[in-house]
């Protein structure tokens, strides 16, 4: 049973540049969670998608947007890049039950962005 | 909105000796969740916490939920090397599906 992937791994790149994160959710879950981790943090959250849409949305620009396919994979996009959007990016999958997400998230590896 | 804090921030310890972490929330919580990351790494889910007084364990390591004090506690017990990493709390803030994390505490087991 494959857990939750995210690709790539590691990125480096420079400011105003813009970047695509991607995601792959655990078997069987329909609804991908993404966070922001500083380093010394702990992970903040960004927005959830579930039936393709942003269910919810945390304090971040709109500079961070985000898609769902009919897998339930999902990309995390950013725009015009800052250098304080250095930081590891965290998807986290889940499953909804009766309406209402508060079952367990299960986390990937991450994705370490570097803007220079 | 919520608030978690972690106690201590970090915490070295001999191998085979005994620690606690502590979890406090600013406001109800609803469901605890204890994570563990290793540096730079994803989060390792250890258990969930949801009514008060709940206690679970797994291997060596015990969570408490204290829903009066909105604090929870993780015990582990005859540290080792593979405690080793950063523990992180995490609370849904009522019906909204968002986890609030802690700022973590980080263990160090020395041989």
């Known amino acids: 049973d494959a857990g939750v992937t995210q690709s790539p791994t590691h990125l480096i790149k420079t400011r105003g540049q813009q970047v695509t994160l991607r995601c792959s959710p655990k078997s069987g879950h329909d609804t991908v969670s993404w966070y922001q981790q500083a380093l010394g943090q702990g992970p903040q959250f960004i927005f959830q998608?579930?039936?393709?849409?942003?269910?919810q949305r945390g304090n971040f620009p709109d500079r961070f947007s985000g898609h769902q396919f009919p897998n339930y994979s999902s990309e995390l996009n950013v725009n015009a890049l800052l250098l304080g959007d250095s930081a590891l990016y965290l998807c986290?999958?889940?499953?909804?039950?009766?309406?209402?997400?508060?079952?367990?998230?299960?986390f990937g590896p991450g994705t370490r962005l570097t803007v220079l | 909105s919520q608030e978690l804090e972690q106690s201590p921030q970090s915490l070295i310890v001999q191998e085979g000796k005994n620690l606690t972490i502590n979890c406090t929330s600013s406001k109800t919580l609803y469901g605890l969740y204890w994570y563990k990351q290793k540096y730079g790494e994803g989060l390792i889910f250890l258990m969930m916490l949801q009514k008060g007084g709940e206690e679970k364990s797994h291997e060596k390591i015990t969570a408490k939920l204290d829903e009066k004090k909105q604090q929870s506690s993780l015990h582990i017990t005859a540290s080792q090397p593979s405690h080793a990493g950063i523990y992180l709390c995490g609370a849904f803030t009522g019906t909204a599906s968002k986890l609030t994390f802690g700022t973590g505490t980080r263990l160090q087991v020395t041989l």
């Open positions: 986290a999958s889940s499953l909804v039950s009766s309406g209402i997400n508060t079952d367990t998230q299960y």
């Open positions: 998608y579930y039936e393709e849409e942003e269910r």
